[in-house]
Each structure stands twice: as C-alpha cells, then as structure tokens.
C-alpha cells in the first residue's frame, strides 16, 4: 500500500522560510499529480500547489511567487519550499497524489494523503 510521508514542518517568523518534502512510499502508479494543500483551524482544504509527472505546476493566487514545488520522479518525491511567509500561511499542510483532473485545485481529485505537517508563521 502506498503512503505518503511529509516532513519539514514547523515554526518560523514572518518572512522566514521553511520547506516541506513529500515521500511515496511505494510507486504512485499512474498518479501524474502530487502536490500540496492546507488546512487552517476552522477552515476547509485548501489547494496551495501541484505538480504533474511533466514538471508542469499549477500555483494558488495566495503563494504565487512564494512557494516553489519541485519533484524527484526517479524517487517518487515533491518538495516545496516557502519563502515570505506570512501569518495567513499557518495550517495543516497536506501532500496529495492523483490522477490528472482538470479539477486539480480541489480535494476530491486525489485520492493518497499524507498525515499532514504543521506550519505555524508568527507575527
């Protein structure tokens, strides 16, 4: 079974950075997108960045020209890295694997998650 483990959460100030990494644990198959979301308390998922088996990538509004993904397909691994970070950025952060959708920016799309990692931004 396959499973995706994140690592590299944590607390950083406004303006730091801080950079999240993604491990399949087994092959993904077919799934030509992983990526990330997050969840703030007492909001829903939210989609923050994906990217497909191309190198393709699809950005938030929100973190455009922030964050940056990155991808290992040889090592089935997606990496994003967070810089600016501003207080809005505190969530859950989630790494997600699915099929190609044109629906890419929700949650119903994919169908492997990981535990989620914790990213707290002080002011």
């Known amino acids: 079974q396959v499973q995706l483990v994140e690592s590299g959460g944590g607390l950083v100030q406004a303006g730091g950075s801080l950079r999240l990494s993604c491990a399949a644990s087994?092959?993904?198959?077919?799934?030509?997108?992983m990526g990330w979301f997050r969840q703030a308390p007492g909001k829903e998922r939210e989609f923050v960045v994906v990217v497909r088996w191309s190198g393709a990538t699809y950005y938030a509004d929100s973190v455009k020209g922030r964050f940056t993904i990155s991808r290992d397909n040889a090592k089935n691994m997606v990496a994003v890295q967070m810089n600016s970070l501003k207080p809005e950025d505190t969530a859950v952060y989630y790494c997600?694997?699915?099929?190609?959708?044109?629906?890419?920016?929700?949650?119903?799309?994919?169908?492997?998650w990981g535990q989620g990692t914790q990213v707290t931004v002080s002011s």
């Open positions: 997600a694997a699915g099929y190609w959708s044109s629906n890419f920016y929700s949650s119903n799309s994919y169908d492997l």
């Open positions: 087994g092959r993904t198959s077919s799934r030509d997108v």
